[in-house]
């Protein structure tokens, strides 16, 4: 259904429940997913989080400079983004990592025109060290590169269903929502995007599907067209 995607992973999912560093049977799981796209003639863009190792307001930064500790949270972002390029083309297909900070021994640095064409060349890229700026979070830049790259959709994988009424750990009423606007996620105040994140989507009409990625196979489903998960739209 979608022939361009941008695709957000958060640096815990990569965890994997251990709540810090890589789980490598995991990131193969999920290459397999990203390969299986990109053998089907999908375009794949990824971006992934850092919070599997440090994250510029978690509590480990809590006595730090804020721009320092957001700089160590934007390199973390490239270890898993190399643990993925490695994990992809472990299975065939050519991977490129951008990095919004240059460090030319390790990733191409972010050009939008050559992210671009190597999409176009079916090679899967993966956007690391976030927007390059502190203050921001990878999920500001999952909504920037979408819109840089004319994605067709933003897809965030996480490790809940979707958007739901309330908190479904905590609430045992709470539903979920198969689709909802920007505007009535920021009105019901459902955090689950920051809102720089949530305005560059609404302002340019970038629509996002919210899912699972626990279930094998979910990311190859909701690109299909199947309703998983809570579709937001402007
Ligand atoms: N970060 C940043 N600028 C960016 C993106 C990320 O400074 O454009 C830093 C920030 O400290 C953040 C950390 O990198 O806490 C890891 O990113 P994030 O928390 O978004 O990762 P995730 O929650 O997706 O694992």
Redesign the pocket.
Known sequence: MYKRVLLKI???ALAAGRGFGIDAIFVSRVAEEIVELAKSGCQVAVVV????F????AEQAIHMDRVA??HM??L??VINAIAMQDAIEKLGVQCRVMSAIEMHEVAEPYIRRRAIRHLEKNRVVVFAA????????????AALRAMEIRADVLLKATSVEGIYTADPKKDPEATMFSSITYMEMIQKNLRVMDTSAVSLCNDNNMPMVIFSMREQGNIVRVVGGEKLGTLVTS
């Not at 440090?54 to 307001?57: A, E, L, Q």
């Not at 976030?130 to 999920?139: C, I, L, V």
């Open positions: 958060s640096g815990e989080g850092g919070g599997n440090f994250r510029g307001v500790a957001d949270g934007m973390s972002t976030g927007t390059g700026n502190p203050y921001f979070s990878t999920d500001t830049a």
